[in-house]
């Protein structure tokens, strides 16, 4: 079987092992089916706020659940994922993204300091808010069925 891609990974094992421990983080875990949905909910929004491939989208979190499928997002949608230290400051966040070019910054960090700075939105709102996206018109990244086979 070859898998060329993390996110291919994810999906196949989303569909030949749906009900399989794939993230965990205390009380909170993801199958491959659950983690498969919130990468294609965090998607739908992703693209309501204009990302499109190659477009740069810098997160910051930890190590939970919410980054993996976070980050598994932004590259469904086809875009760069920059990865900010959780321990930086706001500031040093938003001259990281400006420098990036990022189109927005995602994170869990108050940053009321810098809102104006760059387009910030929550993290956390983005994962919460992914059960609820309707995903029927993101086409689904499927690997080859041949693939799913081997």
Avoid at 5 to 19: A, E
Avoid at 43 to 69: H, N, Q, T, Y
Avoid at 106 to 133: H, I
Wanted: aromatic share 6%.
């Amino acid at each position: 079987m070859n898998f060329d891609t993390l996110l291919n990974r994810v999906c196949v094992l989303s569909q030949t092992q749906p009900d399989k421990l794939a993230v965990a983080f205390k009380k909170e875990q993801l199958t491959y089916a659950g983690l498969y949905k919130k990468i294609l909910g965090i998607s739908a929004l992703l693209k309501k706020e204009g990302i499109l491939p190659g477009d740069v989208v810098c997160f910051s979190a930890v190590s939970k659940p919410e980054m993996v499928a976070t980050y598994l997002a932004i590259h469904f949608c086809g875009a760069v994922a920059v990865f900010l230290d959780k321990n930086s400051t706001p500031e040093n966040m938003v001259a990281i993204c400006q420098e990036a070019g990022a189109k927005l910054l995602l994170t869990a960090k108050p940053m009321k300091e810098v809102v104006e700075s760059c387009n910030l939105r929550s993290l956390r709102e983005f994962y919460q808010q992914a059960e609820e996206q309707d995903v029927s018109s993101l086409v689904a990244h499927t690997p080859a069925r041949e693939e799913l086979a081997d």
